[in-house]
């Protein structure tokens, strides 16, 4: 029997006294040693049966790529680019999943040492290997390696939106052999990789470097591109054999409360697109300014409200989570909440804005909250609020509200004959493929707002569709 090592090698952190006077990233990550004992606890479980493998959206064959760490442990050159090539044969941004995924839930969550003690840290060491790679050169030369293979089939495909939907089934195709041309509306592509996740969670510089591979592969990103407006979709159809929508659902839910359009409220997609994207916090050396009062209040339990929050903390604000249900049933990672924890954001539950009042210049100066009650589950699986009657106001000079994203509407009434269902979502097929033959979607345009990953791995499903399709019709 392998011996079981109960609890997991920590990684290193930043303490929260120092880390919230900046935007750099928290958790520093493994070292050579502290991966290799780390991985010594995997009790690699048989591929077949491996549970890990099956929790992981992509089927990342994770016993595989700990052994290969551990089959080469005198020579951790070697060990990093087989483990890398394994990781890569299913998921081609793992320095951003090893970051951003939510492991336990999926992988960790399932893994056999999580039953007596701490899951393996697949997430970290995954992490480890795709920095690790990238630091000693091993990356470049892999990719190259890669490159080298490609073999040109002649056929064009265009992917709307630079997300991580849309930059997988990119680089899936490119690799496949297809001229790909991504167009992407803002001025930097990875959607919410860039301009919704903080740098202390995600630096950019790790989000451009998974990039910049893109590029080695062939692929073209073209900013400044909104499809519908710039190019009509249309015009797309006449130039590519197929077309990939992978747009999000960058569109902030905001409810019609009394007072919502007061200065000093932000859908938390304004907020943390102006810290993220256009660096606000380094105002004035960036031109774009933020305005955070004194006392900031985020509305939601999601991981973009945890982001928001962690932003105005560090831009010097006393925070407040003003949560609807209660700890238990709020949707951010758990290591996002412990970190928000740490760094000293204040959490108020059961409490729902009844309306925002404002002073005579029209600037937030208090909110008055319905305090809630769990009844029964809803369609989520999570206890639905209640409203008690019974209220509550707190005085906020600032307001920041997550309570959600939709995909934008306005795109798709500009694709004549694309079936949307009444959430906005766009209707696929199993294979992924459109009401339009050969227009495939995937991501959160499909899903409603979900996660990187599930985006990653429908990117690569849609892939292949793609290319059965185009190997069909030819
Ligand atoms: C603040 C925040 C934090 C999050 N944290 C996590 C996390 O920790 N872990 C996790 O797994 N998930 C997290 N998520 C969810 C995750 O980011 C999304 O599920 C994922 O990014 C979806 O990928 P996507 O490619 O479908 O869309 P997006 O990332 O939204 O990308 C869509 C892209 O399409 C572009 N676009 C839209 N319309 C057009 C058009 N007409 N023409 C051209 N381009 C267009 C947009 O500009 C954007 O760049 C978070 C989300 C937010 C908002
Ligand atoms: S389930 Fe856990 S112990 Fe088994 S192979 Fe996966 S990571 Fe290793």
């Keep these: ?112 040492v999580g039953k007596v003690g701490d899951a393996v840290n697949i997430g970290k060491l995954e992490r480890f290997v795709a920095d690790y790679a990238r630091e000693h050169g091993i990356e470049e030369n892999l990719l190259r390696e890669q490159v080298g293979e490609i073999e040109r089939n002649g056929k064009k495909v265009a992917v709307i939106g630079a997300g991580p939907a849309g930059l997988t089934c990119a680089a899936e195709l490119a690799k496949m052999g297809y001229e790909v041309t991504i167009f992407e509306a803002l001025h930097k592509p990875g959607g919410v990789l860039i301009y919704g996740i903080p740098e202390f969670r995600l630096p950019k510089e790790i989000v451009e470097r998974e990039l910049a591979k893109l590029k080695e592969l062939g692929v073209k990103i073209e900013t400044n591109v909104l499809v519908g407006k710039t190019i009509t979709f249309e015009e797309l159809r006449e130039e590519f054999d197929a077309i990939f929508i992978g747009t999000g659902a960058g569109t902030p839910r905001i409810f019609p409360w009394p007072g919502v359009n007061l200065n000093g409220i932000y859908s938390a997609n304004e907020f943390l697109t102006r810290v993220n994207l256009m660096k606000a916090y380094e105002f004035p050396e960036y031109d774009t300014p933020i305005k955070v009062g004194k006392k900031v209040a985020v509305i939601g339990g999601g991981n973009t409200a945890m982001d928001a929050a962690r932003s105005a903390l560090r831009l010097g604000a006393e925070v407040w989570i003003l949560y609807r249900r209660t700890r238990k049933e709020m949707t951010a990672r758990e290591e996002e909440i412990k970190h928000a924890e740490e760094e000293g954001v204040n959490f108020m539950f059961l409490v729902s804005p009844k309306r925002f009042i404002g002073d005579e210049n029209g600037n937030l100066k208090a909110i008055e909250l319905e305090k809630m009650k769990l009844g029964e589950p809803d369609e989520s699986g999570r206890r639905r609020p209640i409203p008690t009657g019974e209220t509550v106001t707190m005085e906020f000079d600032t307001a920041i509200i997550a309570i959600g994203q939709t995909p934008n509407k306005i795109f798709y009434q500009s694709v004549p004959g694309l079936k949307v269902d009444k ?51 030819s």
């Excluded at 609890?7 to 050579?32: C, Q």
């Excluded at 040693?33 to 064959?61: F, H, M, S, T, W």
């Excluded at 499909?446 to 429908?458: F, K, Q, S, W, Y």
């Design 423 to 473: 959430w906005g979502r766009i209707i696929v097929d199993e294979n992924l493929m459109t009401s339009i033959p050969g227009v495939f979607a995937g991501g959160d345009a499909i899903r409603g707002e979900a996660t990187v990953i599930l985006a990653m791995g429908d990117g690569r499903k849609a892939a292949k569709a793609i290319h059965e399709y185009l190997s069909s019709s």
């Design 1 to 112: 029997m392998p011996k079981l090592i109960k609890e997991r090698v920590p990684t290193p952190e930043r303490s929260p006294e120092e880390r919230i006077k900046d935007f750099k990233e928290v958790n520093l990550g493994y070292t050579w040693e502290l991966a290799l004992k780390e991985a010594e606890r995997c009790l690699q479980c048989p591929k077949n049966y491996a549970p890990c493998i099956k929790g992981c959206p992509v089927n990342i064959d994770i016993p595989g790529f700990i052994g290969a760490l551990r089959k080469y442990r005198d020579d951790p050159d070697r060990a990093v680019r087989e483990a890398l090539k394994i990781i890569w044969a299913c998921n081609s941004l793992p320095a951003i999943t090893g970051r951003v995924c939510p492991q336990e839930e999926q992988c960790e969550g399932v893994c056999v």
